[in-house]
Every structure is written in C-alpha cells, then in structure tokens.
C-alpha cells in the first residue's frame, strides 16, 4: 500500500477578523499565496499536481481550490471545494491523503482557507412567500438545546457541563493558551510555516503581514474573570469570550504525495498521514464530538493515547480540549503546546491544515514522533488525523 507523506507546508498568519490585518484580504487570495507556497517549497513542477482540495467555509459555495490553483500557475490541475464545518482543512487533507493511499493520485495540494472579514452574505426567498430574506445555512435543525447559530451553547457550555468543569478551568485554559502562543512567537517557533501576506492598505501605502496577531500578551486571569459571560439569563453559565475561539482570516496548505514519489524525486517527507476518522453524535453534544474520533483514528493506527507525543485539539471554546483531556485520560502539558483557537484564533475552515502544520514542524524540531489532531465541527461532528514524524 502507498504511503501519504508531506512534503512541504505553507500558511498565513491568522489576522483577527474584521479588524485586523487582513481585513481588505480575500479568501481567494489568501489560497493563492498558500497553495502557491506550498509548491513553490515543494520544488515539484506544477506540472505534476493532480488536484488541489481546499476547505472553505460559509463562502458561497463556489470552488475556492481552483481559483487558487489557477492563479499560483496549476492550471493543469483541478480543484475541489471541501466544507466539514470546522474540520473543513483537516478533511482536506485526509481526502487528499486518501487519493495518493489509493494510487488515484501521486501530488495533491490540499488545505483550507477562510476570510471571515470578507465573507460574503446569503440571501434566499421566504418558502410560502415571495420575501428575500437573510439566510444562514444551518448545520441542522434549530432546537432548544442546540441552537444552530449558537455554538456558545451547542459546543462551549453543553460540553463545559457534560464535563464538570467550571468558569475557573476554562478560563485557566484559555489564558494557558494565549501564553503558550506569545512564548512560540517570541522563540520564532512558526517562522518555518508562515509565508507573509503583502498587504495594501486602503490609502495606498503597503506592509508585509508575517505573524499572527490574536493572541494577547496582556490578558491575566483576573481580565478573563472580569468578561461578561455570553448568555447571562442562563444560570452558571461559563462562557465568554475569553474562553472562546477568536473570528480570525487565514488559509494553509500542504503538499502530499506518495512514498515511492517523494524517493524518485529526492523529496524528504515531513510527515507520514499514519490514520483518520471522523464521527457524529447528536448536534448538542458537538463539543464531545472529539472525545468519539479520536478513539477512532487512534484505533485505525494501532495505536493508544499514550502513544501520542503532542496534540492539537482545537480551541473553539477552551471547554472543547479540556473536556477531552479529562474524558479520555489525555496530558493536558502535551495539548496545544503553542495555543490554539482562544489564542492563535479560528479561521475555520483553515485550523484543521493550521493544526497539522505545525504539528509537523514542533514535532521535527523536537526529533519526531507521533501527534494526533482532533477538532469538533458543527453540527455534531468531528474529526481527528494521526501523523508520524520522522526524525529530521
């Protein structure tokens, strides 16, 4: 059987949405530079790229991966539109992983890319009447408990309660996440990963944009204790926030090709794709949702928790890893070692290619080893991806 293994990585900084510095900057432009990247360090002929898959998210459903892969100069090389929610990226990869396994492919660009700053909005005609009103695709049916424009209930504080944990652990959670962040910026830690966005602004004068800007170098405990919780008329409500992912722009891509093809072509794999699963429970319980795939993509690589040196889980709300680490026995120390979504923000349909990327890269400069990414997504799903470093 082929083997999936990583070539080359690329990816934005993460911009905080709608006000920072990729406020003026497209999802489509932003796929481009990654995609572009990512083959550029790859070395490969675009030549050779049999397709390009790339999440996208709440975009208006077109095809953002081709656009891409014909302005970065693939233009022999099709492109697919992925949307898995939240895990949107992370799918992408895994299809893309799955097509070079099953020898349909031998290089795939896959990833994910998300502008919330520019996302555009949906309008649709009233069923029974001839009204145009705004619409919101929902991810399932509207209920009590599982609001679906309300992922505060349906992911942060349904799965805060089914876990036990209070205002306290999510907001120690959240501030762990915005230091561990700031320290991985500070010690150049995703300099390897990052290709910087030129960026113009509105009066015509330029700047380069190369470092993530959500995390917060001034946020302490007692700032976090002082926000509002989000739905006060609920009683002991926890979530603010602070404990919650940020809305934030970015895209990242990876190059995947087989083995065999990596040798041929004197390319050094960076990663093997090792396993993946995803899972569905019911929408109340997304924040859970982990807590099914991971086992499950821990299962398919023979594999066991211990086994697994470092973890991305994502941060849609700090109650989403937490939760996990308590519910199935994970070392908090070895989760979200350089932040997550409270800290490093959530372009949502980049975070999961975010996760694996640097995943990856810690881990080669740690010697290699084993990680395991896992992130809910809306709906009541999730989804999580094992990968092996090798040593560098």
Known sequence: MNEAVIVATARTPVGT?????????????????????????AGIDP???????????????????????????????????????CASGMAAIQTAAASVIAGMDKVVVAGGTNSS??????????PGTDDLVDWYSPTHR???????????????WNAAKAAGLSRADLDAWALRSHQRAIAGIDAGAFKEEIVPV????????????????????????????GLKVLHPEIEGFSI????????????????????????????????????????????????????????????????????????????????????ACKLLGIDDSIVNFLGSGCSLGHPIAMTGARQIITLTHELRRRGGGIALSAM??????????????PAP
């Open 142 to 156: 509207n209920t009590p408990e599982a609001p679906n424009t309300d992922m505060s209930i349906t992911v942060g």
């Open 240 to 323: 603010t926030a602070g404990n919650a992912s940020g809305v934030n722009d970015g895209a990242g891509a990876v190059v995947l090709t087989s083995r065999a093809f990596a040798e041929a072509n004197g390319l050094e794999p960076l990663a093997v794709i090792r396993s993946w699963a995803s899972a569905g429970v019911p929408p109340a319980e997304t924040g859970l949702a982990p807590v099914k795939a991971i086992p499950k993509a821990l299962e398919r690589a023979g594999l066991s928790v211990g086994d697994i040196a470092l973890w991305e889980i994502n941060e849609a709300f700090a109650s989403v890893p937490a939760a």
């Open 117 to 126: 700053s520019t996302a555009p909005r949906s309008q649709r005609r009233q």
């Open 17 to 41: 949405g709608r006000k920072g510095s990729l406020v003026d900057v497209d999802a489509f432009e932003l796929a481009t530079l990654a995609v572009g990247e990512a083959v550029r360090r």
């Open 376 to 389: 809910c997504a809306g709906g009541g799903m999730a989804s999580a991806t094992v990968i092996e470093v």
């Open 198 to 225: 030129e960026v113009t602004r509105r009066d015509g004068t330029t700047f380069s944009f190369d470092t993530d800007e959500h995390p917060r170098r001034d946020t302490s405990l007692e700032r976090l204790a």
């Open 47 to 85: 030549e050779l790229v049999d397709d390009v898959v790339l999440g996208e998210v709440l975009y208006g459903g077109g095809d953002i991966a081709r656009y891409a892969a014909i302005e970065a100069g693939l233009v022999n090389a099709p492109g697919v539109a992925h949307n898995r929610h």
